[in-house]
Structures are given as structure tokens and as C-alpha cells.
């Protein structure tokens, strides 16, 4: 899933900075502060048609969840239920996230990332519990699907916990929002919603849509397309090793069938003066060669679903290592590789093997 996310006021006030505009707009001075509502985002939906879903966002860092004994610090995020399908939070089976009576009467449930479930309720059920936050009590509704994340922006899906964002208002009392998060319709055109965004904003807080310093946005797309371009420089060079070591194979295979024809001179000769056809000849050293090809693929296959299964078994985690350190096998790339690998045997064999069928029977028999 594609996603694109505008940020606002959220990589500074990490450090408890906060974004000023560093330029002059309409007669006002740099330097002011620019923060938004909820209301504002929901403006921004309605001004936007190339925003197809969007959702506020309330954070806020080290809230105390308890159950019974057990007690964990987390962020806390107060979101609308759309939030899950833009940032691709599934729940586990038998669980739910935040949906719109929730939002609508201010419930008191929560969602929970699947660490904080295993922190506050170890190996127990959890939905349907109760936990306390800030000593304010919860229903647990919902539990996030063990998720693989690239990156994240304060923290991860599996650490955090959800709530509905009239509820974190009413609790909190925050009159800002800290993000707004934003799928497009087109997430190829990210870069030009981002700036009709900057523009609608700009216009009722009076800031330059140019002014970068004002506000602070994350596209998804920009990520993504490092990703997929490295991704795809890795694929080509080893592509481009696949297939020079298959151009060396096939040439060993090549030079192996030319000795064999060599050494065999003389048995081609005597099968050719019994009443052999050329054709049969041919097809013999043509299906030796395609043999030769057959085991050495065979031989790789084994050992590639070997190294697959020695991988997996390491159970290497963190960092890199969730993405690159659970290998699968791909049936459409073996189903290529064994295709251009019979393609390359049978071009290996087919020059040695007609060499073979044009020789003649009786310089063949006088071979030594």
C-alpha cells in the first residue's frame, strides 16, 4: 500500500523545538508558529479532492498503560478509524480497530500494538479486557498483527496504542493536532497534493506555501522510490550475474560435448554404418547436453531451498535483518532460470552434436 503522509509540527517538537516560518507573508513577520486544529484537517478533506482518505492524529508519548501488575510506558495516538487502512494497521482474528460509534460517542477503547499486548498481558487473551490508562479504564477491542515496518515516525505500529480521537481530546484536552496522515488517490501525484495541501493551509494562516521551515511533511513516495531504485540496482547486478554464469556454463557444457564427440568418433562412426540417421545422432548428443544442464539445475535448486531453510533458522531479527533475512523461493524466477537454463544447454549441445551427425561414417571408422 502506498501511503503519503503530511507531518506538521512533529520531527521538531521531538526535541522540543517548534517549526516557526522562517519568511515574511502578506505584511507579517517571520518566526510565527503554525499549528492546526482538527477542524482544519477536515477542512483540508473536503478542499482537496486528490486526497482520498485522511485523519487527524493526537500523540502522546509515555502514557502509562496498566494491567494488573504489569505496567508499560508507550505512545498513544488518537486517531479516526480510517487512520488503519491508510497506515495498513490490521487487527488480529476476533479483533477489531477503532470504528466510527467509537469515535462518534467518545468510547473508552483502545487498540494495541502486539508488544504491548505481550507486555501487559503476556501470553493471555487481552480483547475484551480492561486496562488502565492513566489510571483511566479501557476496553481492549483490538490487537495489531505482527508488521514489518521500514521506517516510523516516533514509533513503532507494535509499541504504540490507539484510541479513538474524541476520546484523546476529551481525556488530554489538546487544541491542536499533531499530524494530519493522508492517502492519496494517486500516490504518484504526492508531490502536487503536497502542495495544494500548503497552499489551502497557507492561505487561511497567512504562511508562504514555499516556506519549508513552516511546517514539516514526510511523502511516503519519496521513500519508496529510494527503496524500489536500489532494490532494482541490487536485482539488475545480480540479473547480470545470472546470466554470465549461465553463459559460462553453457560454454563449459559446449567445450564437455566437443571432447565427448572427439573421444566418441568412432562409436558414431559404426552407428552410422549400421543404418543410424543423422537425426537420431543429433538427438542423442542434444539430449546428453540438455542432461548435463538438468543436473546442474537440479543441484542449484537443492541448494538454493537449502540456504533458504539455513536462513530461516538463524532467526536473525531486528534492523535489517526483518527484511532481508526471511528468503523465500520464487516460483516465477525458477520457473525462468529453468527455462533459459534448457535454452542455453540445448544451444550448448546443438553445435557439438551437429558436428557429430555430419561426420562421415567412413573417415569415422579409420579415427584413432
Same mark, same amino acid.
Given at each position: 500500500?502506498?501511503?503519503?503522509?503530511?507531518?506538521? !509540527?512533529?520531527?521538531?517538537?521531538?526535541?522540543? !523545538?517548534?517549526?516557526? =516560518?522562517?519568511?515574511?507573508?502578506?505584511?507579517?513577520?517571520?518566526?510565527?508558529?503554525?499549528?492546526?486544529?482538527?477542524?482544519?484537517? @477536515?477542512?483540508?478533506?473536503?478542499?482537496?479532492?486528490?486526497?482520498?482518505?485522511?485523519?487527524?492524529?493526537?500523540?502522546?508519548?509515555?502514557?502509562?498503560?496498566?494491567?494488573?501488575?504489569?505496567?508499560?510506558? =508507550?505512545?498513544?495516538?488518537?486517531?479516526?478509524?480510517?487512520?488503519?487502512?491508510?497506515?495498513?494497521?490490521?487487527?488480529?482474528?476476533?479483533?477489531?480497530?477503532?470504528?466510527?460509534?467509537?469515535?462518534?460517542?467518545?468510547?473508552? $477503547?483502545?487498540?494495541?500494538?502486539?508488544?504491548?499486548?505481550?507486555?501487559?498481558?503476556?501470553?493471555?487473551?487481552?480483547?475484551?479486557?480492561?486496562?488502565?490508562?492513566?489510571?483511566?479504564?479501557?476496553?481492549?477491542?483490538?490487537? @495489531?498483527?505482527?508488521?514489518? !515496518?521500514?521506517?516510523?515516525?516516533?514509533?513503532?505500529?507494535?509499541?504504540?496504542?490507539?484510541?479513538?480521537?474524541?476520546?484523546?481530546?476529551?481525556?488530554?484536552?489538546?487544541?491542536?493536532?499533531?499530524?494530519?496522515?493522508?492517502?492519496?488517490?494517486?500516490?504518484?501525484?504526492?508531490?502536487? @497534493?503536497?502542495?495544494?495541501?500548503?497552499?489551502?493551509?497557507?492561505?487561511?494562516?497567512?504562511?508562504?506555501?514555499?516556506?519549508?521551515?513552516?511546517?514539516?511533511?514526510?511523502?511516503?513516495?519519496?521513500?519508496?522510490?529510494?527503496?524500489?531504485?536500489?532494490?532494482? *540496482?541490487?536485482?539488475?547486478?545480480?540479473?547480470?550475474?545470472?546470466?554470465?554464469?549461465?553463459?559460462?556454463?553453457?560454454?563449459?557444457?559446449?567445450?564437455?560435448?566437443?571432447?565427448?564427440?572427439?573421444?566418441?568418433?568412432?562409436?558414431? *562412426?559404426?552407428?552410422?554404418?549400421?543404418? &543410424?540417421?543423422?537425426?537420431?545422432?543429433?538427438? !542423442?548428443?542434444?539430449?546428453?547436453?540438455?542432461?548435463?544442464?538438468?543436473?546442474?539445475?537440479?543441484?542449484?535448486?537443492?541448494?538454493?531451498?537449502?540456504?533458504?531453510?539455513?536462513?530461516? #533458522?538463524?532467526?536473525?531479527?531486528? *534492523?535489517?535483518?526483518?527484511?532481508?533475512?526471511?528468503?523465500?523461493?520464487? $516460483?516465477? =524466477?525458477?520457473?525462468?532460470? #529453468?527455462?533459459?537454463?534448457?535454452?542455453?544447454?540445448?544451444?550448448?549441445?546443438?553445435?557439438? &552434436?551437429?558436428? &557429430? #551427425?555430419?561426420?562421415?561414417?567412413?573417415? &569415422? @571408422?579409420?579415427?584413432?
Amino acid at each position: 500500500m502506498k501511503i503519503f503522509m503530511f507531518i506538521s !509540527q512533529f520531527l521538531r517538537d521531538m526535541k522540543s !523545538q517548534k517549526l516557526r =516560518t522562517s519568511l515574511a507573508y502578506q505584511g507579517l513577520n517571520k518566526g510565527r508558529v503554525i499549528r492546526f486544529t482538527e477542524e482544519d484537517a @477536515l477542512s483540508v478533506k473536503q478542499q482537496v479532492p486528490a486526497i482520498k482518505d485522511l485523519s487527524p492524529e493526537y500523540t502522546r508519548y509515555g502514557v502509562e498503560l496498566k494491567r494488573d501488575r504489569n505496567t508499560y510506558a =508507550t505512545l498513544v495516538r488518537g486517531v479516526y478509524p480510517v487512520y488503519a487502512e491508510i497506515r495498513n494497521v490490521i487487527p488480529e482474528r476476533g479483533s477489531r480497530f477503532i470504528d466510527a460509534q467509537d469515535l462518534d460517542q467518545k468510547r473508552r $477503547v483502545i487498540f494495541l500494538g502486539d508488544k504491548v499486548k505481550k507486555e501487559l498481558f503476556k501470553d493471555g487473551e487481552a480483547v475484551g479486557k480492561y486496562i488502565l490508562l492513566n489510571r483511566i479504564p479501557f476496553l481492549v477491542v483490538g490487537i @495489531l498483527i505482527e508488521k514489518k !515496518q521500514s521506517s516510523d515516525y516516533g514509533e513503532r505500529d507494535e509499541n504504540a496504542a490507539f484510541i479513538p480521537a474524541t476520546t484523546f481530546s476529551a481525556i488530554f484536552g489538546p487544541k491542536y493536532i499533531s499530524n494530519m496522515v493522508i492517502k492519496a488517490w494517486d500516490p504518484g501525484k504526492n508531490k502536487a @497534493l503536497i502542495k495544494q495541501v500548503l497552499t489551502v493551509m497557507g492561505k487561511k494562516y497567512k504562511f508562504n506555501p514555499d516556506d519549508t521551515d513552516a511546517i514539516s511533511y514526510w511523502n511516503m513516495m519519496e521513500q519508496e522510490t529510494l527503496f524500489t531504485s536500489i532494490f532494482l *540496482g541490487f536485482n539488475l547486478f545480480l540479473g547480470m550475474v545470472g546470466v554470465f554464469t549461465l553463459i559460462v556454463g553453457g560454454i563449459g557444457v559446449s567445450n564437455i560435448m566437443n571432447v565427448v564427440v572427439e573421444e566418441r568418433t568412432k562409436e558414431i *562412426g559404426i552407428k552410422m554404418a549400421l543404418g &543410424a540417421k543423422r537425426r537420431y545422432v543429433l538427438l !542423442q548428443f542434444v539430449s546428453e547436453a540438455l542432461m548435463i544442464a538438468f543436473s546442474g539445475g537440479v543441484i542449484g535448486i537443492v541448494l538454493s531451498l537449502v540456504l533458504v531453510q539455513v536462513i530461516k #533458522a538463524l532467526n536473525l531479527q531486528g *534492523g535489517a535483518a526483518d527484511f532481508i533475512a526471511h528468503p523465500v523461493i520464487s $516460483v516465477q =524466477t525458477m520457473t525462468v532460470t #529453468a527455462f533459459l537454463l534448457g535454452l542455453i544447454g540445448f544451444l550448448a549441445g546443438l553445435f557439438p &552434436a551437429r558436428r &557429430a #551427425a555430419s561426420l562421415d561414417p567412413v573417415e &569415422a @571408422l579409420r579415427y584413432e
